[in-house]
């Protein structure tokens, strides 16, 4: 059996057809017994509700550990500490805890509430005054965009380990030199949580890119030729992204990651394939809970 932890992030469906996708996504990967299913909340609390319902779906339904994610944007600390308080009563012990975006999005001055959290680590630190959650935190091998410097990021992660997180996620990134030299920096500055690597597949290269830009993620050239006049050949597309994401996962794997945090736009298909390759299987329990039903 495989040593190797993984976790699923899912955003809250808007649609009908997502909402399917979701839940058959979710049963699939269920058997693979992740540490955890996380569900994002939109922009300025925008899925504040549907977040809470498929967070809930899936403590009820599929039962698997779920985390909440969770920001400050647009909302008193009273409010955020509402959220808190009905996620705990719901069953939830798991909070991604963040500051959010601003409002007009990335690349905007964040300002934040008057009466809010200012940043992820007073958030951290307002969720273990309610309960015991268990909290993890974002964290960017390629520095923030609002960072001055990749040293003030890492003390931001160090302010966020210190309100009580314990782990970071990564940020997106396809070159894994990034995020070994992003280790060596966060353990050299005292930092002993697991730094957690969030995979992306570029199965969108268009859209990855965009996100990327505004994100300050990296795509290296070899990739940006790989998917190279593609645009209208999701098929292959889809090849070479699982292509590179097992080469990424396999490396990273090789070097001694522990723990894989999938991104997976509400899909299974790659996640699940992506696993299998890294030797995460169904569970023995998985199998006769499905030979039983
Ligand atoms: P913080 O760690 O609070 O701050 C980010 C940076 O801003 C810091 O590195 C620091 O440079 C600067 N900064 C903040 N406060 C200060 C201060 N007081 N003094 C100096 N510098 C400061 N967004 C969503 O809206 N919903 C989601 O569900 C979501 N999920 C995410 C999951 C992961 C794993 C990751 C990596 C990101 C996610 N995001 C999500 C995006 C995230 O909200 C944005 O990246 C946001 O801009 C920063 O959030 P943070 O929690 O990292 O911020």
Request: with cysteine.
């Amino acid at each position: 059996m495989s040593d190797l932890h993984v976790s699923f992030e899912f955003f809250p469906p808007k649609s009908e057809a997502v909402q399917q996708r979701l839940w058959a996504a979710v049963e699939k990967l269920k058997p693979l017994a992740p540490d955890f299913m996380s569900v994002t909340y939109g922009a300025g609390g925008s899925t504040r509700e549907r977040t809470h319902e498929t967070v809930a779906r899936i403590i009820k339904d599929a039962g698997v550990p779920v985390a909440a994610h969770l920001t400050c944007v647009a909302a008193t600390k009273a409010e955020v500490d509402q959220v808190l308080r009905d996620y705990w009563a719901e069953g939830v012990r798991h909070i991604v805890a963040l500051r959010g975006d601003p409002p007009g999005g990335p690349g905007e001055r964040y300002i934040p509430h008057p009466g809010g959290y200012a940043n992820a680590a007073e958030l951290a630190a307002g969720a273990r005054k309610i309960a015991g959650f268990e909290i993890s935190v974002g964290c960017y091998p390629e520095k923030h965009p609002d960072s001055p410097s990749a040293a003030a990021d890492i003390d931001m992660l160090k302010r966020k380990v210190d309100a009580g997180a314990a782990r970071g996620i990564t940020q997106f990134f396809y070159d894994n030199d990034v995020y070994y030299r992003y280790v060596d920096r966060v353990r050299a500055a005292g930092i002993d949580i697991p730094i957690v690597p969030g995979i992306m597949a570029i199965t969108n290269f268009a859209s990855v890119r965009k996100m990327a830009d505004t994100i300050g993620a990296t795509i290296p050239g070899r990739l940006v030729k790989l998917f190279q006049n593609l645009d209208e050949d999701p098929q292959t597309r889809q090849l070479i992204a699982a292509t590179v994401a097992a080469e990424q996962c396999l490396a990273l794997a090789e070097q001694g990651v522990k723990h894989f945090h999938f991104y997976t736009l509400n899909r299974d298909d790659l996640a699940y394939a992506l696993c299998t390759m890294l030797g995460v299987r169904p569970t023995a329990q998985a199998k006769s809970a499905g030979a039983a039903a």
